[in-house]
């Protein structure tokens, strides 16, 4: 399905509830599920293409014609677009350029912590010194909290087409540790293709680094990359795992043991898993007693953000307050803040609510 006619671009035209809305605007939010490379705007691409002289599809016609070739209509043609942009970014500067943006953009959205997944091994195979890249990140990383008071930690992504990446990926991420990597990811065609297994031993090793196992898993695929994220790569967390839906036995294990999915319900839509927000399973993850939290992938390539997330499942699905009150409070809870902050931004969130009637 083509981004044009899955109704992305609803807008706040979407009759939700003002006073719904008004809490889902002003609550401190957390997102999980967040690429960076995917979250630059296409005013910013454009600069950024122009800056390097490098070519990027309907740019031609300025930041508009971009915004046309961000609505993609495969996943193909998503991941390509993705990697043109991807390869604008050289300098220093530049990573810290688009850093910057994501904290400004979250900043707007009350967004006040975010798990950015990065992929650096795509740079470094073009390039780019990993030394410079870092530190335009590390750069990047305090401006944000400096000028728009966002934390952003990293989790450095391993695409599993690209096995060979995944050893130089750790000592990376081991690398950036300091500047505010937590964890490694996991990417890529969730295919027989591509095995997991190969990764387990460069997964292990990250976690008794310290590192957390944040993969992809449960999108593409079924129950089975589930089930591989977990017990191969010891998954902290699931990016999608929607498809958990598919296995009684699975949505008990994860119900069990609260492993948290991070469901970004209009990405899932924008590839064509679902027709709409009606057949997403979100709503049957929530009644199985899974801990999910809301999340927005690559927010301008899906025309959405995290605000637009809450909005469009509040309004699809009737949410109530004491919903989007939970599951702004899963997000918290699902980080890896510190304790004393994810308790600081809990109390946050209850004061705010209060504050707007909703006790
Ligand atoms: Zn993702």
């Not at 014609?65 to 991807?86: D, Q």
């Not at 990573?95 to 470094?124: D, K, N, S, W």
């Not at 948290?260 to 898993?273: A, Q």
């Not at 997403?280 to 899906?302: E, K, N, T, Y």
């Amino acid at each position: 399905m083509s981004g044009s006619d899955s109704g992305l671009d609803d807008g706040l035209d979407d009759g939700l509830d003002a006073g719904l809305g008004e809490l889902i605007g002003r609550l401190p939010k957390v997102e999980l599920h967040l690429h960076l490379e995917g979250s630059i705007p296409p005013e910013l691409a454009l600069r950024l293409a122009r800056r390097h002289g490098r070519g990027l599809p309907g740019m031609a016609d300025g930041a508009a014609g971009l915004r046309e070739h961000y609505r993609f209509a495969s996943f193909t043609e998503f991941v390509r677009m993705y990697l043109a942009i991807s390869a604008c970014l050289v300098d220093a500067e530049d990573f810290c350029e688009i850093a910057v943006a994501l904290g400004r953009e979250l900043a707007a959205q009350r967004v006040v912590y975010a798990e950015v997944t990065f992929t650096p091994m795509t740079h470094v195979a073009r390039g780019v010194d990993a030394a410079v890249m870092l530190a335009g990140l590390a750069e990047g990383r305090a401006r944000a909290r400096e000028q728009y008071g966002v934390e952003l930690a990293w989790v450095f992504d391993i695409v599993r087409s690209l096995g060979d990446q995944a050893a130089p990926t750790l000592e990376l991420a081991l690398r950036g540790r300091e500047q505010g990597v937590i964890g490694l990811g996991f990417s890529g065609p969730e295919a027989a293709g591509w095995p997991i297994a190969p990764f387990g031993p460069v997964f292990a090793r990250g976690r008794a680094e310290g590192l957390r196992s944040l993969p992809h898993a449960g999108e593409m695929a079924g129950p089975r990359s589930i089930w591989d994220a977990l017990t191969v790569l010891g998954a902290d967390r699931i990016g999608h795992g929607v498809r958990a839906v598919d296995e009684p036995a699975l949505l008990e294990h994860l119900a069990l043991h609260q492993v948290p999915l991070e469901v970004c319900p209009t990405s899932n839509l924008g590839i064509g898993l679902y027709p709409d927000l009606a057949a997403h399973p979100l709503p049957r993850l929530l009644a199985a007693g899974l801990a999910v939290s809301l999340a927005s992938d690559d927010p301008p390539m899906f025309a959405t953000s995290l605000v637009q997330e809450y909005r469009r499942c509040a309004a699809a699905y009737g949410w109530d307050a004491a919903q989007l009150r939970a599951l702004a409070a899963a997000g918290v809870r699902h980080s890896f803040m510190s304790e004393p902050r994810k308790v600081e931004l809990l109390a946050e969130q209850d004061r705010v609510a209060a504050e707007l009637g909703w006790v």
